[in-house]
């Protein structure tokens, strides 16, 4: 069984940073990727960042520039440095990991609030 724990969320004033971090436990050892995805209310999920074992990124477009993940391959940690936060980021975030041949995993989320 694998688990992943998040941490990090909070409120934040607009412009602000936050920064999550999500870190795996159990049965896993390596992995294909690792990402957050985000879900504001009455919206569907959405990828916000994915990172590969090897490095590669891809983002959404609404946060490219503002949101950078990092990821430790030999703990099997993710993170997101999110800076400039707007109100529109608002959302629960959550963890997403990958393995190699399984299926994938999610957190439990955890809430990002942008207010002034």
């Known amino acids: 069984q694998v688990q992943l724990v998040e941490s990090g969320g909070g409120l934040v004033q607009p412009g602000g940073s936050l920064r999550l971090s999500c870190a795996a436990s159990?049965?896993?050892?390596?992995?294909?990727?690792m990402g957050w995805y985000r879900q504001a209310p009455g919206k569907q999920r959405e990828l916000v960042a994915l990172?590969?074992?090897?490095?590669?990124?891809n983002y959404a477009d609404s946060v490219k520039g503002r949101f950078t993940i990092t990821r430790d391959n030999a703990k099997i940690t993710v993170s997101l440095q999110m800076n400039s936060l707007k109100p529109d980021d608002t959302a629960v975030y959550y963890c997403?990991?990958?393995?190699?041949?399984?299926?994938?995993?999610w957190g439990q989320g955890t809430q990002v609030t942008v207010s002034s």
């Open positions: 997403n990991l990958v393995p190699w041949g399984r299926d994938e995993y």
């Open positions: 159990g049965s896993i050892f390596s992995f294909y990727a």
């Open positions: 990172i590969t074992s090897g490095g590669s990124t």
